[in-house]
T-cell receptor, first 111, second 117 residues
Framework: SQQGEEDPQALSIQEGENATMNCSYKTSINNLQWYRQNSGRGLVHLILIRSNEREKHSGRLRVTLDTSKKSSSLLITASRAADTASYFC???????????FGDGTTLTVKP | GAVVSQHPSRVICKSGTSVKIECRSLDFQATTMFWYRQFPKKSLMLMATSNEGSKATYEQGVEKDKFLINHASLTLSTLTVTSAHPEDSSFYICSAPLPASGSYEQYFGPGTRLTVT
């Protein structure tokens, strides 16, 4: 399996509920980033968390990182229909500039 | 924040022709840029690393003679799909990391939708 695997692959919730997506990876990382992609569009950077950080917040987003378990989670609180999109995690290794993307989680928020 | 642009956003070409896609960093210099390909409902697949002033580094399985990369300046990288075929139809996205500041943040272009007929 590849570096950066998201779980679940698809998530459908009602507006107002929280959405949690998880990402697991295999090798040591320098940082992990979460991106959002609306259908047919480019990626939008949401949040970056460094390997020495455990939690970060940005508005309704909360990201955690557990390097011992090689996993990260993205929590979107009080979801809105506009949050409907695909969410990807990307890991950047300790000695390479490139990022490796997971397969993504498709989130659908029903109004 | 940093901005990366791509041009064109969408292109339709005939089989056998070549298509050039540009990736520009608008307010910062990028000695390195990355080119990704994305199939429908799939993740991004790294194709190659574009290096200013030197040859691109291609990922395993990516044909360097088919996907020509030129990093002409510190703000521009181009991907040319040569002798395009319908199977080359895809969404191509570039990214550029911010200059070394410890952040290693990457900024992505909006993508180019290529359709080969």
């Amino acid at each position: 399996s590849q570096q950066g695997e998201e779980d679940p692959q698809a998530l459908s919730i009602q507006e107002g509920e929280n959405a949690t997506m998880n990402c697991s990876y295999k090798t040591s990382i320098n940082n992990l980033q979460w991106y959002r992609q609306n259908s047919g569009r480019g990626l939008v950077h949401l949040i970056l968390i460094r390997s020495n950080e455990r939690e970060k917040h940005s508005g309704r987003l909360r990201v955690t990182l557990d390097t011992s378990k090689k996993s990260s989670s993205l929590l979107i609180t009080a979801s809105r229909a506009a949050d409907t999109a695909s969410y990807f995690c990307a890991t950047r290794g300790t000695n390479a500039g490139k990022s490796t993307f997971g397969d993504g989680t498709t989130l659908t928020v029903k109004p | 924040g940093a901005v990366v642009s791509q041009h064109p956003s969408r292109v339709i070409c005939k089989s056998g022709t070549s298509v050039k896609i540009e990736c520009r960093s608008l307010d910062f210099q990028a000695t390195t840029m990355f080119w990704y390909r994305q199939f429908p409902k799939k993740s991004l697949m790294l194709m190659a690393t574009s290096n200013e002033g030197s040859k691109a580094t291609y990922e395993q399985g990516v044909e360097k003679d088919k996907f020509l990369i030129n990093h002409a300046s510190l703000t521009l990288s181009t991907l040319t799909v040569t002798s395009a075929h319908p199977e080359d139809s895809s969404f191509y996205i570039c990214s550029a990391p911010l200059p070394a500041s410890g952040s290693y943040e990457q900024y992505f272009g909006p993508g180019t939708r290529l359709t080969v007929t």
